[in-house]
């Protein structure tokens, strides 16, 4: 069996994203590139920590690193630029063979303005901050001044102008976020004599364009949430003027990560949605998402940052970000082993690249707090295991998933309660996936205890499909036929990819192939499947 399709990479060519058909695709080097991405924690792109990064990645198997750049330290004096931080990061990432996505910790950092140099910090007068509904100055930079947005414009613009000339050649660096969860923590908006007297007069047209809204206010179009839609409107167009000074200098894909309005407790006075305290008020979450791709067209991708492995709630978030005019991207997703099966979820939905946060041996590790507080859930995971096998796994074939997802034949299952069988459907060739084991014959699926089963599938010939799983089964039969009959395996290869290469080790038959093709729960295995009809 040959390899999937050709893959000539064109290096000199620019990173930058395809859309075919409302799929997408990350073009790396000219090809389709998957990101099996990690992201280091908040303090760790310094010389004297960067040796504790690399071996950490390396021993998970992600492709790509992801890491801050920080403007107190770029511009620590007005108009003065050093770049080590990014030298340090991309060379770091070339000697490890990584890709980088650049995070610029600018204006916004988690809904706050912490990364701001000094010299604005310090003079509230030149630079001002939101002013709360009591009249007070918070530590978050005001989206409506002008200041404010050339003083960031300038230092990112500073930053990409010296990438641009340092990655000319390798695209080492694939991705830049325009700064970090961008939005207000304590004010659900500014509340100074400017905005206020905005946020007073009638709604821009471009918004009630966006939203299929009719003319009004801002608190009659938009009532309980207008303060948050305002507060999106000015902070779309600032962080959408600083994606534009940058992309003069350095014109690859550009995103931003979301800080998410998560599922409000049981408690009904804790119903109420609340910006500006349960998440940073403006950002692009779920509801504000719309406002946000039609007010920021220099953002490219809106990606969502998943700390909750509710199913339910992981689910909608992809479902809400995966469109055809978002690719889907995971910037940040938990650590610990329970986010691991949703790597699947996102596959299956189209997403061009995952990366758990804070995989680094700094000695720190961050985790959500549980919504019940419990100790368990305070407990702190025990390093990225999961997500290394399914990175040790996926990895070799990065770019054919990749590739295959763009053209549309890739498919996943993931376990879930009440869902132990699936069947993924493929035209005339239906894949049946039964999660857990044992699965003793004509008994339903035992399912896996932590809903953890998951499996991909994708056709890579009319009868012939690329199959992988961890603790399930695959069985392929035709529309209204048990598998054996009128339709039989013509010969299952385990093998893995090697530079874009199909690699045979074995053949797979009797128990391995039996009930399907079997996948552990110590899943490591890839198999080429070739299906015949009699
Ligand atoms: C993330 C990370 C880092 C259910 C948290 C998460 C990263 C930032 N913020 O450590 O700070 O730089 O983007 C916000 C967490 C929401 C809480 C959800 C609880």
Request: net charge negative; glycine share 8%.
């Amino acid at each position: 069996l040959c390899s999937v399709m050709p893959l000539v990479l064109r290096a000199a060519e620019k990173p930058h994203l395809e859309t075919r058909n409302g799929r997408h695709a990350l073009i790396v080097d000219g090809a389709p590139f998957l990101v099996l991405g990690a992201q280091i924690n908040n303090s760790s792109s310094w010389a004297s920590t960067l040796p504790q990064v690399w071996p950490a990645l390396e021993d998970m198997h992600a492709n790509t690193v992801e890491a801050p750049v920080y403007w107190e330290q770029l511009e620590s004096r007005p108009g003065t630029f050093d770049f080590s931080t990014a030298d340090l990061l991309i060379k770091g990432a070339r000697e490890h063979h990584l890709h980088l996505v650049l995070l610029w910790f600018g204006t916004w950092k988690n809904g706050n303005m912490h990364y701001v140099p000094q010299w604005v910090k310090t003079d509230p007068k030149t630079y001002p901050r939101v002013i709360n509904a009591a009249g007070k100055p918070i530590d978050v930079l005001a989206a409506g001044s002008r200041n404010n947005l050339q003083a960031d414009q300038r230092a990112f613009a500073a930053l990409m102008h010296h990438v641009a000339e340092v990655d000319a050649q390798e695209h080492t660096v694939i991705l830049v976020q325009v700064e970090n969860e961008s939005g207000i923590i304590g004010s659900p908006r500014d509340y100074s004599t400017e905005s206020n007297r905005e946020f007073a007069g009638q709604v821009p047209a471009e918004v009630l364009r966006a939203l299929h809204k009719q003319p009004g206010t801002w608190t009659e179009v938009f009532g309980s949430r207008a303060d948050e839609t305002f507060q999106a409107y000015q902070q779309a167009h600032y962080v959408n003027e600083i994606a534009k000074a940058g992309k003069r200098e350095l014109d690859i894909p550009f995103y931003c990560n979301v800080w998410l309005e998560y599922p409000i407790g049981e408690l009904p006075e804790r119903q109420i949605p609340n910006p500006g305290i349960g998440w940073p008020s403006g950002g692009p979450t779920q509801t504000m998402l719309p406002l946000w791709k039609a007010l920021a067209p220099a953002i490219d991708m809106i990606g969502p940052d998943i700390y909750s492995d509710d199913r339910k709630f992981y689910t909608s978030v992809l479902d809400a970000y995966a469109r055809p005019d978002n690719p889907l991207w995971i910037p940040e997703t938990g650590y610990g082993d329970s986010y691991a099966a949703y790597l699947y979820l996102a596959l299956g939905k189209g997403a061009i690249g995952f990366s758990p946060f804070g995989v680094d041996r700094t000695g720190w590790t961050w985790a959500p707090a549980a919504p019940d507080d419990s100790a368990a859930h305070r407990r702190e995971p025990e390093g990225p295991r999961a997500h290394t096998s399914n990175y040790a796994l996926l990895a070799p074939m990065a770019r054919e998933l990749a590739q295959l997802n763009l053209e549309g034949k890739l498919q996943t299952a993931v376990d879930a309660p009440g869902q132990a069988e699936q069947e993924l459907d493929f035209g005339q060739w239906k894949a049946t996936v039964r999660f857990g084991f044992p699965q003793p014959d004509g008994r339903p699926a035992p399912g896996t205890p932590d809903h953890s089963g998951r499996a991909l599938v994708a056709q890579i010939g009319p009868d012939e499909f690329l199959v992988t799983g961890v603790d399930s089964s695959v069985f392929f039969h035709t529309a209204g036929h048990l598998p054996g009959i009128g339709s039989q395996i013509l010969q299952a290869e385990e093998g893995h990819y090697v530079d874009g290469k199909w690699v045979p080790l074995r053949l797979w038959n009797g128990d391995q192939t039996d009930r399907g093709l079997n996948f552990r729960r110590s899943g490591n295995a890839v198999v080429h499947i070739k299906m015949g009809t009699f």
